[in-house]
Nanobody, 126 residues
């Protein structure tokens, strides 16, 4: 049974940095695309970042490009590093995975990912 478990969320202040972790179990994910989506209250779920197998390609939403990273190991974990956090980054962050590498133009499509974690809350105070 495939399972994704996120950790590392919490309450931080604007300008702080945060690193989220996601550990996958149930199989080896080295050949899977992995990534992150987020959903703020009253808003639709949105793409944050993704990384292809072995880290060859990375993709970021414009909202966090330049102030984030998405490192991964080559077994079962992916991370989301965010710097210079803003109140608008407040959301529940979800780890996702799919068999990869997928089409480069579908990395930001939520429906392309069959595996989702339960989410971790990130709250950024001003």
């Amino acid at each position: 049974q495939v399972q994704l478990v996120e950790s590392g969320g919490g309450l931080v202040q604007a300008g702080d940095s945060l690193k989220l972790s996601c550990t996958a179990s149930g199989r080896t994910f080295s050949d899977y695309d992995m990534g992150w989506f987020r959903q703020a209250p009253g808003r639709e779920r949105e793409f944050v970042a993704a990384i292809s197998p072995f880290g060859r390609d990375t993709y970021f939403a414009d909202s966090i490009k330049g102030r984030s990273g998405i490192p991964r190991d080559y077994v079962s974990s992916v991370y989301l590093e965010m710097n210079s956090l803003r109140p608008e980054d407040t959301a529940v962050y979800y780890c996702v995975a799919r068999g990869g590498p997928g089409n480069y133009d579908s990395y930001s499509t939520a429906g392309e990912y069959p595996y989702w974690g339960q989410g971790t809350q990130v709250t950024v105070s001003s």
